[in-house]
């Protein structure tokens, strides 16, 4: 490999994965609508390295623009501030275009097949049997283009005609899907693709810079332009071969939107699949975009890295690889090659005793290797006229499927998503779910077998299990509490005691949050099965919005508030054990706080002081069209404590997709300017100010008392010069 492609795509070289699993929204894993437990073909549409016992049937669904989704999942071994791995957890989406409107489901568990006449009308994009993500074109050039032989593939003999479906992973380029290997196991990926970046989330934020500039949202990647036409000529990828033959090297396919939030990745443990730190599974919360489609698709990837060796070095490359394993330079001779047997006593050709050989369970291949889940297809609707432009949307959702806990596994029980839901008055949020008929039969549950339901019923505490009478419910009106029962828009046709009837999508619209401050407790009629399984909520209605978290000292974690604020404690900054809060707050409760383009946060205990800085995040308001250099006068302002004075945080950078980023080394209240002060007062500025004015006054005053005195100062300076 020649050229500048060989050098920047070294990022994820020493990358080793395991399973991760969507859990919200319903995460595919391949299946489409098996009823059996595994899926029927883990090559339909992607690449996802997972068990195939994952996956949830296919279910649509439907997002309104501005809304905010609480994307949730579990992954098998450790992220975040967890010191035995590196990992990075890429979310995207993409959705279809006008000119190529091909993603979809599908009908059939087959994989779309790579020779076009095997499909209707011979054009396999076309052909509604099969389910689609990325398409024909996109993998045919793959499949031309050579891959990067730049890379560093250990002892992996990977294929060279076999173009950039063969990698250090994929070393064969077996085909899933019309899925590019290249692009799925490296990011940043230096080559077009149809992806839009939503979020990175690292265990080390110093990449984040990185990661931002180097986005497809904002930058072209590179296609080989030949001279004389516009033909992308795909055999050619890398700028060097490109000019040699006076070609044009070119940058393409920018999305032209906000760069990706980029941000600390939850703490997770090692071999397991379930909570992290709180409680809860893994979150992060995705405000939709105005991207309004009816077929999108989202995918989310995950990476850890061993630390072995450093994969980001540069040096780290192909000049490295070598079936023997003998030339990456391990301490004490050892080999990279798999299952190598290693000498870890003192090798001793006279005295075997000294000798101890163990052999390592390594593959080099899963020392590189890229794992995923995605979606079914959803769509991105227009936000309705009646609901208010700057009014925050949250999506209430149920995850899980019908089973117990061993028979849902990896998947989970019904839940519903968040099942802890903190919301303003003037809030509204969009409850839908969705779910299949075509579970196994003989999986625990409610209702008619195989299939999933759930409904909303209003309990007066969370720990008892039987609803209110409908009478007696103030989470929403009658009639709407009446349909979120009965999951039928308010009809009584068929068998609705277990819901049987009821069909497996519901959508109960866009609603306003009750206007009385409280906690509305909430259960599902059919699922909730004391002492077996639990399908409870709580949509909590306060005039501010807080979360709170024990922090260890040891392993550090985050806070995060939806769309609001995050921060990210690391290792050791706390000296002990911490509860931590993150509130947001109307800017007229606080004392002194100035106007700002954000609402003011909390970060809570007040003047809390770390050892070392930790991350902190600020959401604000960004105007329409704005570009970085637009931003450039925004300030980040931190106060110690109601009426205290407000300072700069300086070295905060601001993104076009509205998020103030700090470190921080102390606690204290934050907001966002845009570098004015007519909003309001900032303390600092007006202490500073009036003592100006008073040396001035105290100046003149004294001036007109001593009509001698500014003679004499005159005379002293010029005895100086």
Known sequence: MKGSVGVICLIFCAVVSADIYLQNPRGSNNRLDERGRNRNNGNRLFDSQNNNRGGYNVGNMNYTVGSILSIEWTNQHGCGSNPKVNCEIIMQYMCNTESVPYIRDGTTTRTVPSNPDQCRDGNCD??????????????????????????????????????????????????????????????????????????????????????????????????????????????????????ADNNTWTLTGAHNISAPNCIAAPWSRVNHLGNTLGGHNAMYNWTIPNDVNDRCVFRIRYNISTSDYNGWDPAVNASLNSRNGDKLG???????????????????????????????????????????????????????????????????????KRGNIVQT????????????????????????????????????????????????????????????????????????????????????????????????????????????????????????????????GALI??????????????????????????????????????????????????EGAPTGVSKVVAMEPHGLTFSKPVNASIAFEVPEGATAEDLAGYVLLQSAGPGQPYEKVEGTTFTTSGWAKAEITHFSFFVVTNGSLDGGAIAGVVIAVLAVVGLLVFGVIYVRRNPDALGRLKARHNNRI
């Not at 870890?344 to 050989?357: F, H, L, Q």
Request: with cysteine; hydrophobic share 30%.
């Open 409 to 536: 596994y990896p998947g989970t029980e019904y839940d519903f998503a968040p099942s802890r839901l903190e919301v303003n008055p003037n809030d509204y949020v969009h409850i839908q779910w969705t779910g299949s008929n075509t579970n196994p039969n003989n999986n625990d549950g409610q209702g008619k077998q195989g299939t999933d339901r759930s409904n909303i019923a209003q309990m007066a505490a969370p720990g008892q299990n039987i609803p209110m009478q409908l009478s007696e419910m103030t989470m929403f009106n009658q009639t709407v509490m009446r349909s979120l029962m009965l999951v039928n828009n308010g009809r009584n046709n068929g068998e609705l005691s277990e819901l049987d009837d009821a069909g497996t999508y519901y959508n109960g619209g866009i609603l306003k949050v009750p206007a009385e401050i409280g906690v509305y407790h909430y259960m599902c009629t059919r699922n909730n099965n004391f002492s077996n399984r639990s399908q409870k």
């Open 541 to 590: 209605v306060t005039n501010t919005i807080s979360s709170t978290a024990s922090v260890s000292a040891r392993i550090g974690g985050s806070v995060t508030i939806a769309s609001i604020a995050e921060v990210d404690i690391t290792p050791d900054a706390l000296t002990t054990d911490t509860q931590v809060t993150v509130e947001e707050l109307p800017t007229e409760n606080v």
């Open 330 to 400: 391990l301490p004490n001779g050892y080999l990279f090659k798999n299952n190598p047997d290693t000498n870890i006593g003192t090798p001793d050709d006279d005295n075997a005793d000294n000798n101890i050989v163990v052999e390592l369970a390594i593959n080099t291949a899963q020392f590189g290797r890229t794992f995923q889940d995605r979606s079914h297809t959803f769509a991105i609707v227009p936000r309705p006229a009646d609901v208010p432009a700057g009014a925050r949307v949250y999506n209430l959702n149920v995850r899980g």
């Open 126 to 243: 076309t052909d509604s049997e099969y389910g689609v993500h990325e398409n024909f074109q996109y993998w045919s050039e793959c499949r031309a283009r050579p891959r990067n032989q730049g890379l560093f593939t250990a002892s992996q003999n990977v294929k060279n005609n076999r173009g950039a479906t063969a990698t250090r992973q994929n070393r064969n380029g077996q085909r899933r899907g019309y899925e590019c290997a290249e692009e799925r196991d490296y990011y940043p990926y230096w080559h077009p693709s149809p992806w839009k970046d939503i979020a990175i989330l690292t265990s080390n934020t110093s990449r984040c810079d990185y990661y931002l500039a180097e986005s497809q949202n904002v930058v072209g990647k590179g296609v080989c332009v030949e001279a004389g036409t516009e033909e992308i000529l795909v055999k050619i990828n890398n700028p060097t071969d490109c000019e």
